[in-house]
């Protein structure tokens, strides 16, 4: 493979990053402290390669932020429950495996992620729509530019690269600067 192409992927990456609109990552902080402050929980989730991001980012947001002396932020990626997503595809839909975990899980001021490359996977539509209409704030890390998700959600993190792979790797960068950040701001609380 010619190396050229590498220097194409990891300019297009750095361009993707150079784009990410910082007011728009200050607002997503600003909504995780006040789902914090006010002891909600944070529900993750997406398919495929967004569903490891979802379990790697709820892993992250519960251990990561940890500070003596303060509460620990309540994190959880419905992707990584299996028997759940596996019962109610088989079951109910494969449309349903995230809002059906919300039905028992979301309580008013809890906050949903959900992580889509294209903005339309629609179980990941349903579950925001769910959340939003039961009380909880919502949240999408977006590719694509932002399909269905950006006009449905509170805070819309987005990039208009259509590739899977750097819309991957910007959603991972999105849960550790978020991580960080969110870190900084309970220890300075």
């Known amino acids: 493979m010619p190396i050229a192409f590498f220097d194409e992927y990891l ?3 750095k361009a993707d990053i150079d784009l990410l609109d910082r007011r728009v ?7 995780m ?14 398919n495929g390669g967004s569903a490891s991001t979802a ?10 932020t ?16 299996m028997a759940a997503v596996t019962a109610f595809g088989n079951d109910v839909s494969y ?3 995230f809002v059906e975990q919300l039905k028992n899980l979301l309580r008013p001021g809890d906050l949903a992620v959900g992580i889509s490359a294209s903005g339309n996977s629609p179980n990941v539509l349903e ?5 939003r209409d039961h009380g909880g ?9 932002g399909g269905k998700l950006a006009g449905m959600v509170d805070v819309a993190i987005g990039l208009d690269d259509r590739s899977y792979g750097r819309a991957e790797d910007v959603h991972m960068i999105l849960d550790h600067v978020l991580v960080e950040a969110l870190r900084q701001r309970i220890a300075e609380s």
């Open 33 to 46: 402290f006040k789902v914090y402050q006010a002891g909600g929980q944070i529900f993750f989730f997406g």
């Open 127 to 131: 579950a925001i729509r769910y959340a």
């Open 66 to 81: 940890i500070t003596e002396g303060k509460p620990r932020v309540r994190a959880l990626s419905l992707s990584a429950n």
């Open 11 to 13: 300019a297009a990456l």
């Open 95 to 97: 449309d349903a495996i």
């Open 55 to 64: 379990t790697h980012a709820a892993a992250d947001f519960a251990k990561w």
């Open 25 to 31: 990552l200050q607002q997503a902080l600003d909504l």
């Open 137 to 145: 704030r919502t949240m999408g890390w977006i590719g694509f530019g």
